[in-house]
Each structure stands twice: as structure tokens, then as C-alpha cells.
């Protein structure tokens, strides 16, 4: 206070300008510009977000089309019971096709299926002698029957020598939704 004494007013008057200025600039870069930081942050975000909205907006209107187009292969998605009975539906299948186009069968294993939480993956191994023709009716029926079956690999090799058989061994999928599938959560 004593050096305060010893001013003149217009040294005073300089002075207290002075302190003013460093306030208004350490109240600048204090509190101001963090807010003003803050507050364009925020804007960034919110126009994100509405273009985002936007997005969501025209999904939402494109429900209906999706339900429709979801619900021509919901017939295929569906399963009838457990894993082991549609394994069984599987095996019969793929048995049955094998008899109308004289495929013989020597073999057949199920795998353990796999899958996420709106489908499951049911795979089946199988050994089979056939012409190439045979097999190929086989294939063809296979990938065309009600089931949506799909050979997923398919190994052919030479069967006897000198007779037309071939000996293939082909892994065939089956894509199957889970019980909590439902087409209210599209």
C-alpha cells in the first residue's frame, strides 16, 4: 500500500489500467476460451449426431421394405425344433436326394453347430460314390431343395480303375435362425 501512496492519480489511473488488462486476459485464457472450446466441441458433436439421425431416419423409413424383402426367406431361416432334430431333417434330406439321383452314400457326419446369436451354422460331412453325372444331379438337387442346403466343399477323387464312379467327399451348410430370431427386432 505504501508504494501506492508514493504514485501520483495519473500513475494510479495507469496502473489500475494495467491490472485490468492482465484480468481481462487471464480471465480470457482461463475461463473463456475453455468454454469457447467446450461450446464448439459440443456443436461439432451435435451436427455429427444429426447427421446420424438423418441416417437413422431413412433406415427407419426403409423398414417396411426390409420386412418384406426378410420375410421371403424367413421360411429358410426358421427351425423346426432342436439342434439334434434339424441335424436329423438335415441327414434326411441329404439322404433322400441321394436316393432319387442314385448317389450312394458312404458316409455321413454331423458337425457340432455354430453360430452367433440370430443364426446358427449346421454343417454335415459326407462320403459318397457316384458317375459324374450322378453327382452333379446330387449337387444341383442339393443346392435347389427346400432347405436352402449349400456344398461348401467339395473334394472329388478317382474311383476304381475302370469303373465311372468318382469318389467325392463334400461338407454341405444349412444357415439356420436361432428361436429368439424374430422379425419384431428388424
Do not use: C
Not at 487471464?26 to 438423418?54: F, G, H, S, T, W
Not at 458317375?131 to 478317382?158: C, G, H, M, P
Amino acid at each position: 500500500m505504501k508504494v501506492l501512496q508514493h504514485l501520483s492519480g495519473r500513475e494510479r489511473t495507469w496502473l489500475a489500467l494495467a491490472v485490468i488488462v492482465v484480468a481481462i486476459v487471464v480471465l480470457d485464457r482461463v475461463v473463456l476460451i475453455p468454454v469457447k472450446n467446450n461450446l464448439d466441441a459440443m456443436e461439432a458433436d451435435i451436427q455429427a449426431k444429426k447427421a446420424q439421425l438423418v441416417g437413422y431416419q431413412h433406415s427407419a423409413t426403409q423398414k417396411p421394405f426390409v420386412v418384406r424383402a426378410y420375410s421371403r426367406y424367413e421360411p429358410y431361416l426358421q427351425r423346426v425344433g432342436s439342434d439334434e432334430e434339424e441335424t436329423s431333417r438335415i441327414l434326411g434330406t441329404i439322404e433322400t436326394v441321394a436316393r432319387s439321383t442314385d448317389v450312394k452314400l458312404v458316409d455321413a457326419k454331423a458337425r457340432e453347430p455354430r453360430g452367433e446369436q440370430w443364426y446358427k451354422l449346421f454343417n454335415v460331412e459326407i462320403k459318397a460314390e457316384a458317375t459324374v453325372q450322378e453327382l452333379v444331379k446330387f449337387l444341383y438337387k442339393l443346392n435347389t431343395s427346400e432347405d436352402a442346403l449349400r456344398v461348401d466343399t467339395l473334394q472329388v477323387s478317382v474311383g476304381d480303375r475302370g469303373s465311372p464312379a468318382v469318389r467325392a467327399t463334400a461338407l454341405i451348410t444349412k444357415l439356420a435362425g436361432t428361436p429368439q430370431t424374430a422379425r419384431a427386432d428388424l
